[in-house]
């Protein structure tokens, strides 16, 4: 297994930990990045999006819910799912960065 795809099967369960908490309209977001990354990351689907960086969109779409919700939660969980949704989209960006200067 990848870190690619441990990255985003982490993304997976902190979303899904992070939508069963509370705050459905982030954790809906942050639940479809997710399951893209882990389908593209399986093989299963492929994304191709012509002038769209698909790998900063989606570690964007990760980052930015992860860290409103991190901010919006109260409760151990779903501050800790909002932290590990937030990590995995930076990393993923910053990644992307990186590679792509």
């Known amino acids: 297994m990848s870190l690619h795809t441990l990255l985003a099967f982490v993304a997976l369960a902190g979303s899904a930990l992070l939508f069963a908490t509370g705050g459905r309209v982030l954790a809906t977001i942050a639940l479809v990045a997710s399951g893209l990354e882990v ?3 399986l093989g299963v689907l492929q994304l191709r999006v012509v002038q769209l960086p698909l790998g900063l969109v989606l570690g964007l779409a990760l980052a930015l819910p992860g860290l409103v919700a991190w901010f919006r939660a109260t409760a151990k969980p779903a501050i800790s799912a909002a ?14 960065a990186a590679l792509h200067r």
């Open 39 to 41: 389908l593209m990351a």
């Open 83 to 96: 932290t590990v949704v937030a990590l995995v989209g930076t990393v993923q960006v910053v990644a992307y």
